[in-house]
């Protein structure tokens, strides 16, 4: 299994996880099967949560399924799987993004996916008030142009009064404990919390 982030594979090559086979009773309509069945069936052979969690995040934001048509059929799911159902939103922009998020929210941290801030410009993950995490896929280094756009933003976010932590897509996939542990301590040092005029700004400047 790979995932992909902006039409690249990003899968591990150490993977080993064999391909699982499910048969249906009857064939799906048109011979296609629906994302949320695709979903039912995956549910019960994923490797782990956080896999689940992609494949949920990525049907949601592509729109081929939805949080109403999850939640109705949340019944049919394996009860282990139907809190990522709950948690899972239409937001995320990359499977980046869900690793990092489902790693944070197992550690008790909220994470808000592609938030747009004026003045600055849409982020991957905001937390709490002003820590921005920017998750950059292989395209970021092979284009000169959104290097320079992260760079700007990054300096609209300091200008703000933020702070931006920034990884690569190999660090997510290769060491995501590393990534979150990072987080972690930046946020044990109070950069998720505004200390300048930003806070008393913050409900218009960052939501």
Known sequence: MALLDQGHELGHPDCVNA???HRLREA???GVLDATTALLHFARCAPDDEAFACAVESCLALGLTSTRELAVATSRFPRARRHVLEWGCSTAGSGL????????HRCGVAAQS?????????????IGDCLVIELDGRAHHDDPVAFRRDRERDAAVSLLGGTTLRFDGRSVLDSPDEVVSVIVAAMERGLHVS???????RATRWH
């Open 114 to 126: 592609q938030v747009s801030i004026p003045g600055a410009g849409r982020v991957d993950l905001l």
């Open 19 to 21: 391909p699982s086979v």
């Open 97 to 104: 993004e869900t690793i990092v998020r489902w790693r944070l």
């Open 195 to 201: 200390r300048s005029l930003m806070r008393a700004s």
């Open 28 to 30: 799906p309509r048109f």
